[in-house]
């Protein structure tokens, strides 16, 4: 579905992203992960084709993204940023509108179709109840929420996401990576997101992609890639991997350097 093939990204003469390679199948859960600075967030915003790249392809769906029409792109794919920003004083409906806007022509008004998807996006995501209510009003949770129905309304057929848990709290963290894995089980999302927390990653991606110095570092599945070698060769910290009864998933425990 989504083939990127060394991928060059350079910011003035610093090159920031280089030989990049990696291949999302549709219907995965992908999340890219790293170390700051390492290059993370350039890639997603590559693909999302909102950053320059100088070198490699970027393959969606069979055709190359630079042939695109901005609105090709916009109806194809969608990208969260880290902070959204919205008018203090917009409804969520009215938000969540703005998903269709790709799918309609210059002052083209919304149908009882568009209506119906608004709806739907916004039963998805849990919010018919907040329709009314301000963007401002709402916590960090429900915010997410509330930019994660504008983007299902948009029909997009990858989500891209950059870190959608920062500035959250473990609760609406968890209630929004919960949100992403329901839309992924039931409608076969296809997802891209850059994560921090490596036990997120390890919980709620089918693949990760482990970035470092602009650099892919490793691929593969959770099992496949968490391992005590991988965070030291990229965290440089000491780590025990361990199981538990209710995650088959792969947990990291980081060993303190403070003895009791």
């Known amino acids: 579905m989504l ?29 890219i992960i790293g170390p700051n600075g390492s290059g993370k967030s350039t890639i997603l915003k590559a693909i999302a084709r909102m950053q320059p790249y100088n070198e490699g392809t970027i393959i969606f769906d069979g055709e190359n993204i630079r042939r695109l029409s901005s609105k090709d792109i916009a109806r194809k794919m969608c990208m969260l940023s880290q902070k959204n920003q919205a008018p203090t004083d917009i409804s ?23 209506e119906a998807i608004i709806d739907w996006a916004l039963e998805k995501t849990h919010l018919t109840h907040y329709r009314e209510k301000p963007i401002a009003a709402l916590s960090g949770g429900e915010s997410q929420r509330a930019w994660i129905a504008m983007a299902l309304a948009q029909r997009p057929q990858i989500l891209l996401l950059d870190e959608p848990t920062t500035y959250l709290d473990i609760a609406h963290q968890h ?32 693949k990760i992609v482990v ?26 910290m000491d780590a025990e991997i361990q199981y538990v009864s209710w995650d088959s998933a792969p947990r990291i425990q980081l060993k303190s350097t403070v003895k009791a």
């Open 3 to 31: 083939k990127i093939e060394q991928l060059s990204v350079r910011y003035e003469q610093k090159e920031v992203v280089h030989n990049f390679s990696f291949e999302v199948v549709k219907g995965e859960v992908l999340s």
């Open 92 to 114: 969520v409906k009215n938000l969540v509108a703005y998903g269709r806007y790709p799918h309609k022509k210059w002052f083209e008004r919304l149908n009882a179709e568009d």
């Open 175 to 206: 209630e929004v990576l919960e949100l992403v894995r329901e839309l992924n089980h039931e409608m076969g999302m296809t997802v891209v997101m850059v994560l921090h927390d490596l036990n997120q990653a390890s919980s709620y991606s089918d």
């Open 211 to 236: 970035v470092k110095d602009g650099q892919r570092a490793h691929v593969g599945t959770p099992e496949e890639v968490m391992t005590e070698q991988m965070i030291q060769q990229i965290y440089r």
